[in-house]
């Protein structure tokens, strides 16, 4: 991506990849209730790896943290990381 903060390519990116993100929190709540760690590993490494492509570091953190729990099978953890997901979310809508 374009080191410009105010590039617009990589801001409409950025944007559409917020917007995603949100979406998929309802995703990985619902695998978080059916115990589906598979696609909280999934999402989580899609987010991780997206975000930090933008240079949203904050939030690809949250993602392979999420991914990391996710992978153990840590319900609890992952509850913990989805919390962290959405004020890394707010954080990075600025």
Same mark, same amino acid.
């Given at each position: 991506?374009?080191? &410009?903060?105010?590039?617009?390519?990589?801001?409409?990116?950025?944007?559409?990849?917020?917007?995603?993100?949100?979406?998929? &929190?309802?995703?990985?709540?619902?695998?978080?209730?059916?115990?589906?760690?598979?696609?909280?590993?999934?999402?989580?490494?899609? &987010? !991780?790896?997206?975000?930090?492509?933008?240079?949203?570091?904050?939030?690809?953190?949250?993602?392979?943290?999420?991914?990391?729990? !996710?992978?153990?099978?840590?319900?609890?953890?992952?509850?913990?990381?989805?919390?962290?997901?959405?004020?890394?979310?707010?954080?990075?809508?600025?």
């Amino acid at each position: 991506m374009s080191p &410009l903060p105010d590039d617009p390519l990589e801001r409409g990116l950025r944007e559409k990849l917020l917007g995603r993100t949100r979406a998929d &929190l309802a995703r990985l709540n619902r695998a978080l209730d059916a115990c589906d760690f598979p696609t909280i590993v999934h999402l989580a490494h899609r &987010l !991780g790896g997206a975000a930090g492509a933008l240079g949203l570091e904050d939030l690809s953190v949250t993602g392979r943290e999420l991914e990391r729990e !996710g992978a153990r099978g840590d319900a609890a953890a992952v509850r913990a990381r989805l919390g962290l997901l959405v004020e890394a979310l707010a954080r990075a809508k600025g």
